[in-house]
């Protein structure tokens, strides 16, 4: 659990738009799971807080590809 919390705290700390908000809220699942002492809770912020690092890599590569075009444009 602490292991999925630093990664999705890490995703949350690069500055990539639009990529903040999902795995902040798979945190703030987890966190709520452990508090009420549920393990669904918990797996579906885990799920939730992967579903965001998944988007956070699509728009870093994406991101890196259109660098690409663009410096091939020119």
């Known amino acids: 659990i602490g292991l999925a919390c630093v990664i999705c705290a890490m995703s949350v700390a690069l500055p990539l738009p639009f990529s903040n908000t999902v795995p902040s809220m798979g945190i703030l699942i987890m966190s709520i799971g452990l508090l009420e002492r549920d ?3 918990i797996i579906g912020g885990m799920l ?3 579903a965001g690092i998944a988007i956070a890599f699509a728009i870093y590569l994406l991101g890196l590809e259109a660098i690409k075009a663009a410096l091939q444009f020119w």
């Open 48 to 50: 939730v807080g992967a």
């Open 39 to 41: 393990g669904i809770a």
